[in-house]
Each structure stands twice: as structure tokens, then as C-alpha cells.
């Protein structure tokens, strides 16, 4: 195995990197020095009490899809390709073979977890064949896929409701999958939409009006689940109660 790791700007300095606490971006670090020639980590729990991170730092990983966790308790950097390239007289083959047969590789160069039904088995899906992984069969087909996330028709309901003509650009469709991925689907996005324009219409907080914050950035972020289950203001009593900048109680 390598001593030497590389890390691509295109991944560790985005928003999307940069939203996470400093100790689960120093696991994410950790983890990657730590990985193997293919970018699997079989002790990551290990690494997890090296670097001083948590439990809730690993979560966060394998939420946003940074690291795609096996069933073994192997873990692998989704974007090791995208980071390093190895030579070939170099590359030193990883040993968990079985978590790597579970995994193709995208056209971006991120790995990706293949999920199959029982009945397709027949329909094996391999390393680095991923042109077979679409249209084969419904039953191939994973919801992380951008083919089933309604992009178009969530931006089309914001923009309906918000008065406001939000693009499908890919930052806001990074946004959408990341949620989407999560677990949320159309009717949860519907929901947010019509929770917070009902919660910040008419409201200013700190002195901008609250109708600024109605855009995919703020309403699609990490405190999705936390919009979902407020409750509308025309079901709320009238309080005095203070909002900070996200509309949230404190």
C-alpha cells in the first residue's frame, strides 16, 4: 500500500465538505491516509479513535456519502478515484474483493454501491460497467440514480409557491440528492416548501425579509429534517417568539 495520498479541491473545498464539524472533516482525512490501494478502510472504527472524532462523525460521512459503508464493517472512500491515481506498478490490489465487487464506478470516477433484487440476481452488475446498470431491469435500478429524482418538479413547485424561478443548475440538484439520498422523497420536499413559506411570509429576520431565505440553499441544506416536521403558522398559536437567521426557535 501507498504512503502517499492525494485530495482533489474539487471534493474537500466545497460547501457541501465544508457544512461538516472539523472532526468529521479530520476523520474524512484519516480515512483516506488510511485506506488501501483501492480506497477501502476495514478498521474504521479504529481510525475513528485515532483522529478523535464520534460515532455522529461517522454517521455524517456515510450520510452525505463520503465513505459507502458493507455490511462486514468495511468502509470506502466514494470519490478515492477522483482523489488519487496510482501507476500501475505501484497499485497494490485490496483484499476485500467481495466489498469491491459490490461497487461500479461512474463516469465521473465515484464509486457508487450497486443495489439488486433478489430476483435479478441472474444480472450481475460489475466493476466499471456501468452502462449496464441502467435499463435492464425496475429492479436494478437504485433511487440514488438521477433517472427517479424529480428534479424539475420540486424546483417547479418552489418556484410556484415562492413566486421566484429557480433553474435545475447543479448546484441546486446537488442539494436535492443529497436529501434525496438520504431517504426524503417528493411529497417531503412539498412539505418544507409549504411549511417555511407559511412559517417566514411576513417575517424579517435580522432585518432581511424572511422570504429571502425561500431558495433551495437554505430550505434543501442539512436542516431538512428539521423544516419537514415544523409545524405551519396558521396551525401555531401566536407567540413573541425569536427566530435566528434560519427560522429556527431558540
Known sequence: MAQRRMFSKKIVETDFFMEMSPTAKLLYFYLNMSADDDGFVGNPKTIKLISGATDDDLKILIAKQFIIPFESGVVVVKDWK??????????????????????????????????????????????????????????????????????????????????????????????????????????????????????????????????????????FSNKFDSYLNQVPRIEQKETNQTYDDLGLPF
Open 82 to 219: 477522483i482523489h488519487n491515481y496510482i501507476q500501475k506498478d505501484r497499485y497494490n490490489q485490496t483484499q476485500y474483493l467481495d466489498e469491491k465487487k459490490q461497487l461500479l464506478v461512474e463516469e465521473n470516477g465515484t464509486y457508487t454501491k450497486c443495489i439488486q433484487d433478489v430476483s435479478s440476481l441472474d444480472t450481475q452488475v460489475r466493476l466499471g460497467k456501468s452502462k449496464d446498470r441502467l435499463g435492464k431491469s425496475n429492479n436494478n435500478m437504485s433511487d440514488k440514480s438521477d433517472d427517479v429524482i424529480p428534479y424539475s418538479e420540486i424546483l417547479e413547485y418552489l418556484n410556484k409557491k415562492t413566486g421566484r424561478s429557480f433553474r435545475n443548475v447543479e448546484a441546486n440538484k446537488k442539494l436535492i440528492k443529497a436529501r434525496w439520498n438520504e431517504g426524503y422523497k417528493l411529497e417531503d420536499f412539498k412539505t418544507v416548501v409549504d411549511n417555511m413559506v407559511s412559517n417566514w411570509s411576513g417575517k424579517m429576520f435580522n432585518g432581511v425579509p424572511a422570504e429571502n431565505y425561500l431558495q433551495p440553499k437554505t430550505l
